[in-house]
């Protein structure tokens, strides 16, 4: 074989190689090079069942809608633990409840993912949220405060449009806030309790979706807090828990329905976690003395515990996640 001959078959084979690894790396869109890891220092293990206060818990009770700054034990919203990794760099969300518990949670968590943040809350609620704006600044990200009442329908179209202009855009959506009151039995539910229920955990998120779907661009994500109460409803929960079935159910339809655009619907359906709204009329003073002891973990979550989650359904590396339903239930509830 003469030189040029061995120089071209060398350029064939070499030119074949080429094309195999075009035809092998072809398809993985987005692959980029290979990143080595940070050397990381190694986590020590956490015992779950001892991580955070267990029953009995000191009796309590506050007006509704409670004050977390009030609770004893004081929750974990991740407060001093959540550290972020940039997962929701430039996002910009809005969050309902986002005050206290698991709004609370995902608002601090989202600012520290790098996410520019909304919270809406109830008036009353405004020392909890100052804490949260103080949060998401030193987070070094723009916080933004709407508080207002979400059983009203101008209301919720305003909340959306002030998040909008505050922020620049949306493209989180969390629809987190809730009403939940224990009565042992329907006849104890009035009317006008059944229906305070049914504006701050259906109406409110139908209007408040509704009014921000116009700016969702595609790569955009609404989160709805749905429960365990969904799945297997407690006897003293009747009207609240129908409320979280009706959650589950719309994160599916609207997923189907706004799936070819591009925009995901997740829900998260936590178990018994320690926020205000067990301690201001959502259970009673003897479930919440023994608060969390039938999960499997013996205790009740703290917020902290389930922020990332929100913030796993928000990132965009869940692109393929929609109509789908994370739990945190500590052993108990479906899924
Ligand atoms: P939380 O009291 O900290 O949050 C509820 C928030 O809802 C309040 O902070 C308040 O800002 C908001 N809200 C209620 N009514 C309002 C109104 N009319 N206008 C404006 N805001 C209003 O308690 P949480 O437990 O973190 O609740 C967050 C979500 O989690 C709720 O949807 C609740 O149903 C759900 N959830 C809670 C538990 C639990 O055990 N704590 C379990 C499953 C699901
Ligand atoms: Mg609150």
Redesign the pocket.
């Known amino acids: 074989m003469n030189e040029e001959n061995k120089i071209s078959r060398r350029k064939v084979i070499g030119g074949l190689g080429a094309g195999l690894a075009a035809v092998a790396v072809g398809p993985v869109f987005g692959a980029t090079e290979p990143q080595a890891n940070a050397p990381y220092a190694p986590l020590s293990l956490q015992d779950p069942t001892s991580k955070y206060p267990k029953p009995p818990f000191k009796g309590q009770s506050q007006p509704?809608?409670?004050l977390?700054s009030k609770m004893d034990p004081k929750?974990d919203h991740g407060e001093t633990s959540y550290k972020g990794s940039g997962r929701l760099a430039g996002r910009k969300a809005l969050i309902?409840?986002?005050?206290?518990?698991?709004?609370?949670?995902a608002a601090i968590a989202y600012a520290r993912e790098g996410a520019d943040v909304a919270i809406?809350?109830?008036?009353s609620?405004e020392p909890?949220?100052r804490e949260v704006v103080a949060l998401i600044k030193a987070a070094g990200r723009k916080a933004v405060a709407i508080?207002?009442?979400?059983?009203?329908e101008a209301?919720c179209k305003r909340l959306v449009d002030e998040a909008v202009r505050g922020l620049g855009g949306l493209d989180i959506v969390v629809?987190?806030?809730?009403?939940?009151q224990a009565h042992e039995s329907i006849l104890d539910i009035s009317t006008e309790q059944f229906d305070?229920t049914m504006?701050?955990?259906i109406y409110?998120p139908f209007w408040i979706i509704k009014a921000a779907l116009p700016h969702l661009q595609p790569g955009s994500v609404i989160i709805?807090?749905?429960?365990?109460?969904a799945y297997d409803p407690s006897p003293d929960l009747y009207d609240?828990a129908q409320?979280?079935a009706a959650?589950m159910n719309y994160v599916k339809s609207l997923a189907k329905q706004l799936g070819p655009k591009g925009i995901r619907v997740c829900g998260?359906?936590?178990?018994?976690?320690?926020?205000?709204?067990?301690v201001?009329g959502?259970?009673t003073q003897e479930k919440l003395k023994n608060f969390g002891s039938d999960a499997a973990l013996g205790r009740?979550?703290q917020?902290a515990e389930l922020a990332s989650i929100y913030v796993q359904l928000a990132d965009s590396g869940a692109s393929y996640t929609t109509g789908n339903i994370y739990g945190a239930g500590g052993g108990k509830g479906q899924p």
């Open positions: 509704w809608p409670g977390a929750p309902t409840g986002g005050d206290s518990g698991m709004g609370r949670a809406n809350y109830f008036p609620e909890d949220a508080p207002g009442d979400l059983r009203d209301f629809s987190n806030a809730g009403r939940q305070w504006k701050t955990n409110a709805g807090t749905t429960s365990e109460q609240y409320t979280k959650t998260v359906a936590p178990g018994p976690i320690w926020t205000p709204l067990q201001s959502g259970a009740p979550g917020p």
